[in-house]
């Protein structure tokens, strides 16, 4: 299965560089911990479902881009927590 | 206080004088300030000369779809720069003049 | 703010983030772009700074932040546009798909974006206007919003003198 690799590699490194700039503040009242974000990435699985993939893209069904730039945000908000302890 | 009350009212009374003159002069220059605008759109498809946009049609398609962000980015990127440069221009003065040199709160510069 | 709206705004501002990644990367096929996409991004960066406030928001960029990745932006288009300069004599000249014939195929083909349409550097060059327009909306709602700051510090430091 061949895919298109564009999307996937720019929506990635645009979404590590916004996810290093986020932690949530430890000491508020709303904690959001690791299964929170599983429950984000499902939600926004279901989206890039019903997106779609871009026209004349006929690779795979869901949107790379969108998935990516999601997968891009939670794996820089985890170096962050990693790096600061 | 009661100089005060008549020359109010002198200049009551001079505004309504020339109240009905200036509504007169108004209505008139609106009136055909709108005929000569909806002059302009009648008749006006057999005006349009379609001229570059035949050319952009025929030759831009084969490159990529999108002939919106084909004549932004690709015939007329030059544009598309000084636009750039017009958002970095307004977001530094405003910056400057809201700022007052202290963006990111570091307010130990008092001390 | 209440608490359904601080434990809705921080997950949301994840989908609005990856809808504005969407549709700069789009820019080629789909309507949109780099400047439109670049407001979505800010969108869901300005939800966390309202709702939250600005000492509390998860999203923080600070004036280094803001500095760099603005003049990445800028510095990155027109080093594009030298790029044509220097090989083929016109500036911002599409070296991805060459339109005139007058570059070697081998250097056209590093240029290409994987992808199935044939675009040469577009997809780059919005992807650079896109990161510039995020940060400079951002730092515009940044500095109104520490303004009402400084504002209660002047009057605390006016009644400190009076004293």
Sequence with gaps: MLLYLGPIIFGFLTGLLLGTRINPNPESDIKFTIGSYIIIFIAALIVAWQIGPYPFYNDIAISTGFISGTVGLIVGNLLRIMVKT | ?111 | MSPILKLFAFPVSFIIISLGILTILGGHITPGGGFQGGAMVAGGVILCIIVYGINNSPIKFSHDFIAIIESVGALGFVLLGTIGLVFSGFYLYNVGTDFYGILSPAFVSMFHYPDPTNTGIVPYLNIFIGLKVLVGLSAVVIAFSQFERIKNDDSDTSVERNK
């Design chain 2, 1 to 111: 206080m009661s100089n005060d009350d008549k020359s109010n009212n002198v200049e009551n009374i001079e505004d309504n004088d020339y109240k009905g003159i200036r509504t007169l002069i108004l209505s008139i220059s609106t009136a055909l300030f709108a005929l000569t605008l909806f002059d302009v759109m009648y008749g006006f498809k057999s005006l349009i000369n379609p001229g570059i946009s035949k050319v952009y049609n025929a030759l831009g398609t084969p490159i990529q779809p999108n002939m919106v962000t084909l004549v932004v980015f690709d015939w007329r990127a030059y544009d598309t720069l000084g636009e750039a440069l017009i958002l970095v221009t307004a977001v530094v003065i405003v910056l400057l003049v809201f700022g007052r040199g202290l963006v990111e709160g570091n307010s130990e510069e008092d001390e």
